[in-house]
């Protein structure tokens, strides 16, 4: 039997494996990948984002003001925190790197959970949604302090 004029079948979990490794910053290649050309320059070092929480006790929900007051402790990239519906807010310090300057400067956020950005001040600028989506915010120099409101 001939495959004249038949169309190749799509696996959809082969697809988007690819596709998730056509634009991942870690996957074997990526030095070469979309993303690489998407983003010159890329930092993750405590030198320019430090990052601390405080994990509000009890399910309890609390307003900005008191959370600013809190008593926020040093944090991590992939640090993992919960439980479920549970509240924790971060204080995160951008410094932008000499490189990085007159370019824009973009901080990705990806916590797969729901939550809001708010600025010193109290200001909302983006809201979250859980499903894996990456967050860009565009940022200039110098930052200012930013606050995230996450909920586990």
Known sequence: MSNT????RLIP????????????????????????????????????????VYS??????????????????????????????STHWFRVHITIPAAFEGQEVQLSWNADNEGLIWTTSGKPLQG?????????????SPVPLLFLQLIA
């Open 5 to 8: 004029g038949t169309t190749p």
């Open 13 to 52: 979990s082969i697809v988007k494996d690819r596709v998730a490794n056509y634009l991942s910053t870690t996957a074997n290649g990526s030095d070469v990948n979309l993303t690489s050309i998407l983003w010159k320059h890329r930092s993750a070092s405590q030198d320019h984002v430090t990052l601390e």
């Open 56 to 85: 509000v006790p009890d399910l309890r929900r609390i307003p900005f003001e008191e959370a600013i007051k809190a008593n926020f402790k040093p944090t991590k990239v992939g640090e993992r925190f919960g439980p479920s519906w």
């Open 128 to 140: 979250l949604t859980g499903g894996g989506n990456v967050y860009l915010i565009t940022l200039a």
